[in-house]
């Protein structure tokens, strides 16, 4: 797993429909709608959060992740309403060695039943797969030709 590939520079992934960029202090509107709807974390086993100031410090816990490199939260962003964060995109628990990234994500309830779930975690997936895993499987490639072409 090629994991530079994540945290260099933050990613931009963008599909027909949806830009998946950073979260910055303009989102926290939206973000606090997110996150202040009890409906929107009923089965996810995440605490709403009903105080302004401790989704703005979110923020700022999302920079620190991605320093971390633990993880990436992108806002997700519909094109022809590029300013408005609509929902959250994540991927986290990356495994090296196994080559897996769990991905999660919640939108803002209004968002709901649209299919934007639906593009952006094919969007992410995509983008992990040739980001991340398919460098990988390149590289062991070449090493296996390698392999075989000394076997001969």
Not at 98 to 115: L, Q, R, S
Request: aromatic share 12%.
């Amino acid at each position: 797993m090629q994991i530079e590939s994540l945290f260099g520079t933050f990613p931009v992934v963008a599909s027909k429909n949806l830009m998946l960029k950073k979260v910055d202090e303009r989102h926290l509107p939206e973000l606090f709608s997110i996150y202040d709807n009890d409906t929107v974390f009923q089965y996810c086993g995440i605490i709403p959060k009903h105080n302004l100031q401790t989704v703005k410090k979110m923020i700022g816990h999302f920079e620190r992740d991605y320093t971390k490199k633990s993880r990436v939260k992108w806002g997700i962003f519909q094109k022809d309403n590029p300013h408005t964060l609509v929902g959250i995109i994540e991927t986290m628990d990356i495994n090296q060695k196994v080559n897996a990234v769990t991905i999660g994500y919640f939108f803002a309830e209004g968002h709901w039943g649209k299919g934007i779930a639906t593009e952006a975690v094919s969007t992410l997936v995509k983008f992990c797969l040739k980001r991340l895993i398919s460098i990988e499987f390149k590289r062991k490639s070449c090493q296996q030709m390698r392999h075989q072409k000394k076997s001969y």
